[in-house]
């Protein structure tokens, strides 16, 4: 079956460090899915891309947090500097023209100290 | 603004046992419903989805839900559950006019005793 990759699984850094997140959505998607996963806020849209333009990054604090998709293949999220509150389950799913349904990655799962 | 409670935060109940895992939404407008299910250390993996039509929707692994508008609910059932159905399930809307916005619920834990 085809997945959508992310890497790393898990980090463990120190505040004030870049974090940078990957993800290969599934070949032939066009749309792909970034939320964050927390105890306390349940799992939140952060940004979306379509056809590799960001078209809703609302969900995203954009004074440290940025996407990209470089390429139709690479999907990345990097949070520069990052702080404790940013720890959680980053998840990126993809998808098809937007519609449901949105496949998941298994998450990375990143702490701050 | 849309919004999904998932009331109860853990169910236990007995293997073989039926479950009913209880979703309301609040919207304004007509929507798309999803329930997915998450496994540890795994991302959400799509359970079953109402987008129009009969408002009884069969899923994979024997789950279904009843889509009922004037109470604006979405139950999630199962006549009879399997250990390996222990899992966070969550609850998922989104309006038609823009279906790649998905809000969940906070999920709800299935917790399947033997």
């Known amino acids: 079956d085809a997945r959508v990759t992310q890497t790393p699984r898990h980090k463990v850094t120190e505040m004030g460090q870049e974090v940078t997140m990957r993800c290969q959505p599934i070949l032939g998607h066009n749309t792909v899915f970034w939320y964050r996963q927390t105890m306390m806020q349940g799992l939140e849209l952060l940004a979306y891309f379509r056809n590799r333009a960001p078209l809703d990054d609302s969900g995203m604090p954009k004074d440290r947090f940025s996407a990209e998709m470089p390429d139709a293949t690479l999907a990345t999220l990097k949070i520069q500097p990052s702080e404790p509150r940013d720890s959680a389950v980053y998840f990126c799913?993809?998808?098809?023209?937007?519609?449901?349904?949105?496949?998941f990655g298994d998450g990375t799962r990143l702490s701050i100290l | 603004a849309q919004s999904v409670t998932q009331l109860d935060s853990q169910v236990p109940v007995f293997e073989e046992a039926p479950v009913e895992l209880r979703c309301n939404y609040s919207s304004s407008v007509s929507v798309y419903l999803f329930w997915y299910v998450q496994y540890p250390n795994q991302g959400l993996q799509l359970l079953l989805k109402?987008?129009?039509?009969?408002?009884l929707v069969k899923g994979i692994n024997g789950f279904e839900a009843e889509f009922n508008k004037s109470q604006t609910s979405f139950h999630l059932r199962k006549p009879s559950v399997h250990i390996s159905d222990t899992a966070e399930y969550f609850c998922?809307?989104?309006?038609?006019?823009?279906?790649?916005?998905?809000?969940f619920g906070s999920g709800t834990r299935l917790l399947v005793r033997p």
């Open positions: 998922a809307v989104s309006e038609v006019d823009s279906s790649y916005k998905l809000i």
């Open positions: 799913a993809s998808g098809f023209e937007g519609r449901q349904p949105q496949h």
């Open positions: 109402y987008l129009s039509g009969s408002t």
